[in-house]
C-alpha cells in the first residue's frame, strides 16, 4: 500500500529524527539515530542523516514534499567543491569572542535579539576566523544553519529562513534580513551569507546522487522547514497571545507577538517566526530533558516508565531535596555565559537539602526543579510583555510524563495542554511542507486539518498552594548559591 504523506527531517541536539507524517498529521514511520551534541562534526552526522531517511523504507510511498527542521544555533561552513571548512574552537577562539562581545555584542543584540557567545554563536565565531584564520574565510562558500545544510545536502541549493538565521547575532529580526551593517563592520564577505526565504517556500528538489544514497524519489520536492522550537509551537496551533513550552533537551518558553518585543535587561531571546510579520519572545528553562536522562542513566532506571513510577511514590516537595542540575531562569547576557553553560549558577550542578537523597528523591526533585524553572522564566516574560497567560500549551519529549506535566501544572497554576502527537515539531514542520506543496491552500488550513489537542491538565488547587511555597524556598536557594 502506497502510503500519502510529507517527509521531516529533525536533526536535534541529542538525535536526527525522520518521521513519515501523513495529511492528517498523523506519525505513520518514524526512525530515530542519538548523536552527541557536544561532539557533533559534519562527516559523522551526515551517514547518521542518510541512513536515518533509509530505516523508514519509504521508496513506495507517495511523498509530497520534504521538510526539514534542526536544533537552532549550529552552523556550518561550506566550501567550493562543497566540503566542510573544519575549525577547533579554543581560549583563543573563546577571548577573541569576549573581545567582539564587548564592542559588537550590545548592538548584535538589539538588532538580533541574541548576545555573541564566544566559542557558540556565529556572530562571535566568524570575526575570530576572519582575523586569526583568514584562509578558512577564504574558502567559505557559505555559512548555513544546520537545517540549512541538511537541506543543501539533498539538494545542492544554499538557502536560509529568518527563524535560523536569527541565531547567528548577525541578523536584523525587524527586517526579515541580514545585518549588512554589523557584518561590514566586521569584515565579513557578504557572498558567504546565503539568501533569506519564506518558510515553506520551494527550496530545490532530491538530487540523483541523493536518491541512490537515500532510496527516495529523484525530483521529491524540499521546502523550507524552520527552526524546531518555532516548527514546535507551529505543530501546537500557537498563535499570537498565547505561550508555549518546546520540551526536549532544553525547554524554551515562547510566545508569539506582532511586533518584535526587546527586553531591556537583554536576558530574553527575540526571534522571528515561521510566520511573515510575527515574532517571538522567548525565555529558556535550560537543561531539563538532559538532567531527566542523566537520573535515567545514572541510576540506571529501566525506562523511563520505572523512572516517573518510583518519582511519583515521593510527596510534593521530594522530601526536602532541590536540584540545579541545568535548568535556570534564563538570562541570555554575558554575564551568564560567563557561568556554567548547563545553568546560571557559578558552581557545579548541585543537589540541596540532604546529605543521602535515594534515587527516587533526587529524580522527583529534577522533575519539579524543572517545572519551577519553566515558572521563573514564564514570569519573566509575563514582565517583559505585559501578558498574561490562562495556559500554557506542551509539546516535546517532556510532555510524554504524566507525572511531568501534571506537575507541571501544579506549580504553574494554569492547565497544561497537550496535542495528541507530542513531537509538535514534527507536526509544525510537516505543515510547512503540505502548505508548500499545495496540499493545503494555507498554513491555517494546514493547522486545522493536522494538529488536534489530546489532554487539558488541570492545576489542584491544594497542591499548587504547597507548591508556591516550594517554588519560594527553590528561588531562595538558588540565589543564596548563585550570589545574585
Same mark, same amino acid.
Given at each position: 500500500?502506497?502510503?500519502?504523506?510529507?517527509?521531516?527531517?529533525?536533526?536535534?541536539?541529542?538525535?536526527?529524527?525522520?518521521?513519515?507524517?501523513?495529511?492528517?498529521?498523523?506519525?505513520?514511520?518514524?526512525?530515530?539515530?542519538?548523536?552527541?551534541?557536544?561532539?557533533?562534526?559534519?562527516?559523522?552526522?551526515?551517514?547518521?542523516?542518510?541512513?536515518? @531517511?533509509?530505516? #523508514? %523504507?519509504?521508496?513506495?510511498?507517495?511523498?509530497?514534499?520534504?521538510?526539514?527542521? $534542526?536544533? +537552532?544555533?549550529?552552523? =556550518?561552513?561550506?566550501?567550493?567543491?562543497?566540503?566542510?571548512?573544519?575549525?577547533?574552537?579554543?581560549?583563543?577562539?573563546?577571548?577573541?569572542?569576549?573581545?567582539?562581545?564587548?564592542?559588537?555584542?550590545?548592538?548584535?543584540?538589539?538588532?538580533?535579539?541574541?548576545?555573541?557567545?564566544?566559542?557558540?554563536?556565529?556572530?562571535?565565531?566568524?570575526?575570530?576566523?576572519?582575523?586569526?584564520?583568514?584562509?578558512?574565510?577564504?574558502?567559505?562558500?557559505?555559512?548555513?544553519?544546520?537545517?540549512?545544510?541538511?537541506?543543501?545536502?539533498?539538494?545542492?541549493?544554499?538557502?536560509?529562513?529568518?527563524?535560523?538565521?536569527?541565531?547567528?547575532?548577525?541578523?536584523?529580526?525587524?527586517?526579515?534580513?541580514?545585518?549588512?551593517?554589523? @557584518?561590514?563592520? #566586521? %569584515?565579513?564577505?557578504?557572498?558567504?551569507?546565503?539568501?533569506?526565504?519564506?518558510? $515553506?517556500? +520551494?527550496?530545490?528538489? =532530491?538530487?540523483?546522487?541523493?536518491?541512490?544514497?537515500?532510496?527516495?524519489?529523484?525530483?521529491?520536492?524540499?521546502?523550507?522547514?524552520?527552526?524546531?522550537?518555532?516548527?514546535?509551537?507551529?505543530?501546537?496551533?500557537?498563535?499570537?497571545?498565547?505561550?508555549?513550552?518546546?520540551?526536549?533537551?532544553?525547554?524554551?518558553?515562547?510566545?508569539?507577538?506582532?511586533?518584535?518585543?526587546?527586553?531591556?535587561?537583554?536576558?530574553?531571546?527575540?526571534?522571528?517566526?515561521?510566520?511573515?510579520?510575527?515574532?517571538?519572545?522567548?525565555?529558556?528553562?535550560?537543561?531539563?530533558?538532559?538532567?531527566?536522562?542523566?537520573?535515567?542513566?545514572?541510576?540506571?532506571?529501566?525506562?523511563?516508565?520505572?523512572?516517573?513510577?518510583?518519582?511519583?511514590?515521593?510527596?510534593?516537595?521530594?522530601?526536602?531535596?532541590?536540584?540545579?542540575?541545568?535548568?535556570?531562569?534564563?538570562?541570555?547576557?554575558?554575564?551568564?555565559?560567563?557561568?556554567?553553560?548547563?545553568?546560571?549558577?557559578?558552581?557545579?550542578?548541585?543537589?540541596?537539602?540532604?546529605?543521602?537523597?535515594?534515587?527516587?528523591?533526587?529524580?522527583?526533585?529534577?522533575?519539579?526543579?524543572?517545572?519551577?524553572?519553566?515558572?521563573?522564566?514564564?514570569?519573566?516574560?509575563?514582565?517583559?510583555?505585559?501578558?498574561?497567560?490562562?495556559?500554557?500549551?506542551?509539546?516535546?519529549?517532556?510532555?510524554?510524563?504524566?507525572?511531568?506535566?501534571?506537575?507541571?501544572?501544579?506549580?504553574?497554576?494554569?492547565?497544561?495542554?497537550?496535542?495528541?502527537?507530542?513531537?509538535?515539531?514534527?507536526?509544525?514542520?510537516?505543515?510547512?511542507?503540505?502548505?508548500?506543496?499545495?496540499?493545503?491552500?494555507?498554513?491555517?488550513?494546514?493547522?486545522?486539518?493536522?494538529?488536534?489537542?489530546?489532554?487539558?491538565?488541570?492545576?489542584?488547587?491544594?497542591?499548587?498552594?504547597?507548591?508556591?511555597?516550594?517554588?519560594?524556598?527553590?528561588?531562595?536557594?538558588?540565589?543564596?548559591?548563585?550570589?545574585?
Amino acid at each position: 500500500m502506497v502510503e500519502d504523506g510529507f517527509l521531516v527531517i529533525d536533526a536535534g541536539s541529542g538525535s536526527v529524527k525522520t518521521f513519515l507524517v501523513n495529511p492528517l498529521g498523523v506519525i505513520t514511520r518514524q526512525a530515530e539515530i542519538d548523536w552527541n551534541r557536544e561532539t557533533w562534526t559534519a562527516k559523522e552526522g551526515w551517514p547518521l542523516i542518510v541512513n536515518s @531517511i533509509k530505516s #523508514l %523504507n519509504i521508496e513506495a510511498s507517495n511523498i509530497h514534499g520534504i521538510s526539514v527542521t $534542526s536544533m +537552532r544555533e549550529e552552523f =556550518i561552513l561550506i566550501d567550493e567543491e562543497d566540503g566542510v571548512n573544519q575549525y577547533n574552537l579554543s581560549q583563543e577562539s573563546n577571548a577573541h569572542g569576549e573581545k567582539t562581545l564587548k564592542k559588537y555584542g550590545a548592538i548584535m543584540y538589539d538588532s538580533s535579539g541574541h548576545w555573541p557567545v564566544p566559542n557558540w554563536i556565529a556572530g562571535a565565531v566568524l570575526p575570530w576566523l576572519n582575523e586569526k584564520h583568514h584562509a578558512i574565510i577564504q574558502k567559505t562558500k557559505s555559512i548555513l544553519m544546520l537545517s540549512d545544510w541538511v537541506n543543501y545536502k539533498l539538494t545542492g541549493e544554499a538557502f536560509t529562513d529568518a527563524t535560523s538565521a536569527c541565531e547567528t547575532a548577525l541578523f536584523d529580526v525587524r527586517r526579515n534580513n541580514w545585518s549588512w551593517d554589523i @557584518i561590514n563592520e #566586521l %569584515n565579513l564577505p557578504s557572498a558567504i551569507f546565503p539568501k533569506v526565504i519564506s518558510n $515553506s517556500s +520551494r527550496i530545490g528538489e =532530491i538530487t540523483e546522487k541523493i536518491a541512490k544514497i537515500t532510496d527516495l524519489p529523484r525530483g521529491t520536492p524540499v521546502y523550507m522547514g524552520g527552526a524546531d522550537t518555532q516548527c514546535g509551537l507551529l505543530g501546537m496551533g500557537v498563535k499570537k497571545g498565547e505561550v508555549a513550552a518546546v520540551g526536549g533537551t532544553t525547554t524554551p518558553i515562547q510566545m508569539i507577538t506582532d511586533s518584535p518585543i526587546f527586553d531591556e535587561k537583554r536576558k530574553t531571546w527575540t526571534n522571528n517566526y515561521l510566520i511573515r510579520n510575527k515574532w517571538i519572545l522567548e525565555s529558556n528553562a535550560g537543561y531539563t530533558g538532559s538532567a531527566v536522562r542523566w537520573a535515567r542513566d545514572e541510576y540506571g532506571f529501566e525506562d523511563y516508565c520505572q523512572l516517573n513510577g518510583e518519582a511519583g511514590s515521593i510527596p510534593i516537595g521530594s522530601n526536602g531535596v532541590f536540584s540545579y542540575l541545568g535548568c535556570h531562569i534564563f538570562d541570555a547576557g554575558p554575564e551568564y555565559w560567563a557561568m556554567d553553560k548547563l545553568g546560571d549558577l557559578p558552581v557545579p550542578q548541585i543537589l540541596t537539602g540532604k546529605n543521602d537523597p535515594n534515587r527516587a528523591e533526587v529524580t522527583r526533585s529534577i522533575i519539579e526543579s524543572n517545572s519551577y524553572a519553566v515558572r521563573g522564566n514564564l514570569e519573566q516574560l509575563k514582565e517583559i510583555s505585559g501578558a498574561d497567560f490562562e495556559y500554557i500549551k506542551f509539546c516535546g519529549g517532556n510532555s510524554k510524563s504524566d507525572l511531568w506535566m501534571q506537575t507541571q501544572a501544579d506549580i504553574l497554576g494554569i492547565p497544561v495542554i497537550i496535542p495528541e502527537v507530542r513531537d509538535g515539531t514534527a507536526i509544525g514542520t510537516a505543515v510547512l511542507a503540505s502548505f508548500g506543496s499545495g496540499y493545503y491552500a494555507s498554513i491555517e488550513e494546514a493547522v486545522s486539518e493536522m494538529v488536534r489537542f489530546r489532554d487539558h491538565i488541570s492545576s489542584d488547587k491544594k497542591r499548587h498552594v504547597e507548591y508556591s511555597k516550594q517554588y519560594i524556598k527553590w528561588l531562595e536557594t538558588r540565589r543564596r548559591i548563585s550570589n545574585r
